[in-house]
């Protein structure tokens, strides 16, 4: 049912690891409509402890992923940044913040992401002052982590804080990704865009998803996958618009949430084109 349907649908996955996906996620994503995707700098798993570490890593992201992703007619485009959780280490942080400007450049990345706090301990917060700082001054895009479960309503408040704080940065220029229930009303009515991110365990079901579109609108709203190591889906946001299509919402609405709307928030950055 989802796949005989799906071709229709146009699908953007605006937020996926796929440096930790098979070539088999790319292949059932090209057949199943999602023809671009978006790839945050995230953790590995484990300290790269170097800034060469480092230089692989967004070498990867920006050279080898769009021409893996170009191989299934799939449009990749990549977020650069350290991982809160590479915080601890200040002085490595303090060198990795000076080698990002030269892959901002670069034509497939989109902005500064994803940053935020984990945590929301007091390097996490100085590092991410200074990405938000970076990210002011070369007028990106933003693209921010919310830390998980208890921390999350504490650690989504200090983030949007510390944004607001730089008057230059048009909230409407940031998204504020993996928000709940708890915190959706909040990031939109500061004036941010709004992420739900999909997970078959943790973080939202279909279900769930679809009911915050139902309570808070469906405008300045993206969902994606954030697939990754982890249990995670790179089908997810096929599954969030079949049970928008169950519930009876129109093709246009479920166009709107799945590909407009990410293409809106993307296009704000002159070198994203949706395919
Ligand atoms: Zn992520």
Known sequence: MVHGRALLLKIIDPHIHMVSRTTDDYQAMALSGIHTITEP???AGFDRGTVEGFRDYFNQLTLFEPARAAKFG???????????????DLQLAEEVLKIIPEYLDRPTVLGIGE????KNSRNEMKVLEKHVELAARKNELILVHTPHLED???GTRL???VILNHKEIDPSRVMIDHAEEHTVEEIKNKGFWVGLTLYPQTKFSPERAVDVIEIYGSD?????????WGISDPLATLKAANEMRMRGHSETLIQKVFYENPKAFLSQCSKFEAS
């Open 41 to 43: 700098a995230f953790w």
């Open 115 to 118: 940053i935020g706090l984990n």
């Open 220 to 228: 300045k709203i993206w969902m994606n996958s954030a697939a990754d």
């Open 152 to 154: 999350k309503l504490k």
């Open 159 to 161: 983030i949007m804080d």
């Open 74 to 88: 799939i449009k990749h485009y990549c977020w650069i940044c350290l991982n809160p959780k590479e915080s601890e």
